[in-house]
């Protein structure tokens, strides 16, 4: 199965470093590239992609509201956003994720790296590290001034106990193996509640369901180490 691939950067030389890359992979293809994030919805609408490799910082639309316009439309839903920034740790990332990116990688990253990247988001899975989950989600999406109450969140009520359990360990940035390790069951049966969790929130990935148990405040962001 080829994977197919839209480049969406407003710098002709990264577009084309990315192309002549991904054109060396036999089950990639570059269907289209854009300048501009209005260029990136019109020409996703137009050919679909798999994934969209997606800049922050572009004229005429960035690509948070590109973003945000693609996700929006069902039609489109098939289509998952990688979002590439020299700016990792930008408050613009975690709005991009908040939009439906599914997730993010640096400019530096090293080809393998994209290349794997382009390959998990493809394969429907959310690129979000832990490392990147307990700062930048933490710092960047959470619902500010939560009280310290213990009640679940109304829209978390309609998993179930697990499942919150699960989704609260993933939001911590727990990797499947991890959660199952802690829970003391089978990573296999980690992703059986992860997957239930997303069905039921209508989350598009796991990406989206850490920004939900953030955004409804099942999960608190952890203080801050002093020093």
Do not use: W
Request: proline share 4%; glycine share 4%; with cysteine.
């Amino acid at each position: 199965m080829t994977i197919r691939v839209l480049l969406a950067d407003d710098q002709a030389l990264l577009r084309a470093t990315f192309r002549i890359l991904i054109d060396t992979q036999p089950d990639f293809t570059v269907v289209a590239e854009a300048a501009d994030g209005r260029e990136a919805v019109e020409l996703t609408a137009a050919h679909h992609p798999d994934v969209v490799l997606m800049d922050i910082r572009m004229p005429e639309l960035d690509g948070v509201a590109a973003t945000a316009a693609i996700c929006a439309r069902p039609e489109l839903s098939s289509s998952r956003i990688l979002v590439l920034t020299t700016f990792e740790n930008d408050e613009n990332v975690a709005k991009a994720l908040r939009a439906g990116a599914s997730g993010f990688l640096g400019k530096d990253v090293t080809p393998d790296t994209l290349l794997s990247g382009i390959r998990t988001i493809a394969a429907g899975e959310s690129l979000l590290s832990p490392v990147a989950t307990r700062t930048l989600i933490s710092r960047f999406l959470s619902v500010a001034h939560h009280d310290q109450s213990t009640s679940v969140p109304d829209v978390m009520k309609l998993l179930t106990e697990r499942e919150r359990e699960v989704t609260a360990l993933a939001a911590h940035g727990r990797s499947n193996a991890e959660i199952a390790e802690e829970l003391v069951v089978s990573p296999l049966t980690v992703r059986s509640h992860i997957q239930r969790a997303m069905s039921k929130l209508y989350a598009r990935d796991r990406a989206q369901l850490v920004v939900l148990a953030y955004q409804s405040g099942l999960v608190k962001p952890r203080p801050r180490s002093q020093g």
